[in-house]
Each structure stands twice: as structure tokens, then as C-alpha cells.
């Protein structure tokens, strides 16, 4: 059973205009959560992240929003670019889980010039 | 610089054969993971280590086989008992105890015919 789920697969945007990934959880003890970027051939890096005691973060174009009512999480990055094309992973991990992530299955963002 | 590092970056073997895949880390982690890639999907938990010594099993272990004899070093065998070897192994280390990315290494791509 999937605890985290990307349900869209594939997201295309024009650049300049916002991008909105999407992802939800059924893990009610998942209390920290990421993004990850990945490009092919390569490993995730690191893009933003949240508590659960929040429901927003920012870091620049970067924006991460939690619902933890709805166990849903969403990332806005704006204004899209053509470099942000990538593999997007979420990904949860509770609180006594020592940093052991539980990834979705990703979406592929293609921001077209 | 810190880092970590996974050799080698691609990796043919004949059926029926182990290989064991390199993953080293500067970062002064005590964790260290190991996830499997397939393609379209996310990332799956093979094994994990927290302390020198000591691994545990992750979501998909069967068919691998680990070792943690120093902090930084986590290598990974991929036994012939492994149905489907072939796949993208993707190396992280973090820290424990307190909610921190992982940071990943590039990946190694093994292919066997």
C-alpha cells in the first residue's frame, strides 16, 4: 500500500506561468515532509521541506503548502522556468523514523520556453 | 568539499552473478541508505544503517545484502537471488535523531543480461 502518492505523473506549463505538484499521504505519523528534484542519470537534491507544524514554507521561487486535515501537500514554484524541467519526489518520514523517507512515485515537470 | 560518492556509475553483469555497488560519504553522517529506482517509479527502501555494525532490512531487501564496517563507507551486494537486478541504486546518508534532508549520491545503474 502507497502511504505517499503522486497521482499526476506528468505536469507540462508554460514558462513564466506557476507550477503546482501535488501530493498526498495516508501516514497519519508523518509529520515531516520534502521535496526532492531529479534530474536522469542523477541522484535527488534537495529542494524544500516542512514540519508539521506549519503549513507553509518559501525558499524563493519555492513554495511547499501542507493540509494536514486533507493529508495532502503541495509545491508552487513561480515563475516556472525551463531549467526546473525534472522528476519532482515527495516524500514523508514520522518522527521517530530517523530520517528514513517514504517517497512517491514522482512527477515529471516540463516547462516549455 | 563534502560529499558522497557511488561507484560505479554504470555497471553490467551476466546473470547469476553478485555485484557489489560503492558508496562512500564524507559528511560525517551516522546514517546511511540505500534506495532502489525503477523506471516511472519512486524510490524504494533496499536497506538502511544508523550506526556502524548494525543495518536493517528496508521495504524491498530481499535478494541484497549489506555491510557497515566504517561510517563512511555502505556498500551493497546484489546477490543472483535478486529476481529484477536491473535498476537505478541510489546511496544516501543523513544524520539521526532530528528531521534533516538525506543527501543522495548520483547513482549507480546496474544492467544485467
Known amino acids: 500500500d502507497q502511504q505517499v502518492k503522486q497521482n499526476s505523473p506528468s505536469l507540462s506549463v508554460q514558462e513564466g506561468r506557476i507550477s503546482i505538484l501535488n501530493c498526498d499521504y495516508t501516514?497519519?505519523?508523518?509529520?515531516?515532509f520534502l521535496w526532492y528534484k531529479k534530474y536522469p542519470a542523477e541522484g535527488p537534491t534537495f529542494l524544500i521541506s516542512?514540519?508539521?507544524?506549519?503549513d507553509k514554507n518559501e525558499d524563493g521561487r519555492f513554495t511547499v503548502f501542507l493540509n494536514k486535515s486533507a493529508k495532502h501537500l503541495s509545491l508552487h514554484i513561480v515563475p516556472s522556468q525551463p531549467g526546473d524541467s525534472a522528476v519532482y519526489f515527495c516524500?514523508?518520514?514520522?518522527?521517530?523514523?530517523?530520517?528514513?523517507?517514504?517517497f512517491g512515485g514522482g512527477t515529471r515537470l516540463m516547462v516549455k520556453p | 568539499d563534502g560529499g558522497i560518492t557511488q561507484s560505479p556509475k554504470y555497471l553490467f553483469r551476466k546473470e547469476g552473478q553478485n555485484v557489489t555497488l560503492s558508496c562512500e560519504q564524507n559528511l560525517n553522517h551516522d546514517a546511511m541508505y540505500w534506495y532502489r529506482q525503477d523506471p516511472g517509479q519512486g524510490l524504494r527502501l533496499i536497506y538502511y544503517?544508523?550506526?556502524?555494525?548494525?543495518?536493517q532490512k528496508g521495504d524491498i531487501a530481499e535478494g541484497y545484502s549489506v555491510s557497515r564496517e566504517k561510517k563512511e563507507s555502505f556498500p551493497l551486494t546484489v546477490t543472483s537471488a535478486q529476481k529484477n537486478p536491473t535498476a537505478f541504486y541510489l546511496c544516501?546518508?543523513?544524520?539521526?535523531?532530528?528531521?534533516?534532508?538525506?543527501?543522495f549520491g548520483n547513482g549507480t545503474r546496474l544492467t544485467v543480461t
Open positions: 544503517s544508523q550506526i556502524v555494525n548494525d543495518f
Open positions: 501516514n497519519s505519523m508523518f509529520d515531516y
Open positions: 516542512i514540519s508539521s507544524i506549519k
Open positions: 544516501a546518508t543523513g544524520p539521526v535523531g532530528y528531521n534533516s534532508p538525506l543527501h
Open positions: 516524500a514523508a518520514t514520522p518522527n521517530n523514523a530517523g530520517n528514513m523517507l517514504t
